[in-house]
Each structure stands twice: as structure tokens, then as C-alpha cells.
């Protein structure tokens, strides 16, 4: 027996999972607003990691003083219940560094037409 479940589904699993957590560790209530604050901290891991489709869109010309070169990625995907269009810088192992922007849609439609246009 198989089941199915969409990246989208799985990553608001994972954000519901979070808040369950922090809730039993910090008391009713305070799962929502901490669940929230770690979003905001790690937010270009969650969106690297709620990406449904992505493209790659360039080489990054960063500061010459870079460790190592990134890439340019364009992602579509679903978090907490919104799609999402966003833009990673990702090192060749596919590791997201950061996330130069990042737009919220009502549908994977025009999440994923943002990304397909981005340059």
C-alpha cells in the first residue's frame, strides 16, 4: 500500500508539526507565535525546502570576497497554506544561502508563471 501526499501538503504537515511541538514544550498558545518567529529566522530553509518546481535562472555575482559560487534559483512552491514564487542563492551541493525575494500567490498558477519569468 502507497500513499500520496503533494510537497505542498507535506510542508504544511511540517509547519503544523512545529507548532505542535513548540506548544507542548512552551505551553498552549505559544506554538502559533513561535512556530511564526522560526519561519522568519530560517526562512529561506523552509521555502528551499517547500519548493515544488524550480529553475535555474543564473550564476550569482556576488562580493569577490564569496567562499565559494552560488547560483541563482527560481522556486515555486507552498507553505503554510500560501503558494509562494522565490528566489535562492544556492551553492552546487544544493544547499540554499539565501533568498534575494520572494512573493506570495493565491495558486500554484501564478506561482509557478512567476517563475518561469524570472531573470
Not at 505559544?30 to 519561519?39: D, I, N, Q, S
Not at 567562499?67 to 541563482?72: K, S
Amino acid at each position: 500500500m502507497s500513499m500520496y501526499q503533494s510537497i505542498g501538503t507535506a510542508s504544511d504537515r511540517v509547519l503544523e508539526s512545529l507548532k505542535a511541538g513548540l506548544e507542548l514544550e512552551f505551553g498552549r498558545g505559544a506554538g502559533e507565535a513561535l512556530a511564526h518567529r522560526f519561519l522568519e529566522a530560517e526562512e529561506a530553509d523552509f521555502r528551499w525546502d517547500a519548493r515544488v518546481e524550480e529553475r535555474w535562472i543564473g550564476a550569482y555575482n556576488g562580493p569577490d570576497d564569496e567562499e565559494f559560487e552560488l547560483d541563482r534559483i527560481a522556486i515555486c512552491g507552498r507553505l503554510d497554506g500560501k503558494w509562494f514564487c522565490a528566489t535562492m542563492l544556492v551553492d552546487g551541493d544544493g544547499n540554499a544561502h539565501g533568498m534575494m525575494g520572494c512573493r506570495q500567490f493565491r495558486s500554484l498558477v501564478r506561482a509557478r508563471d512567476t517563475m518561469l519569468h524570472a531573470h
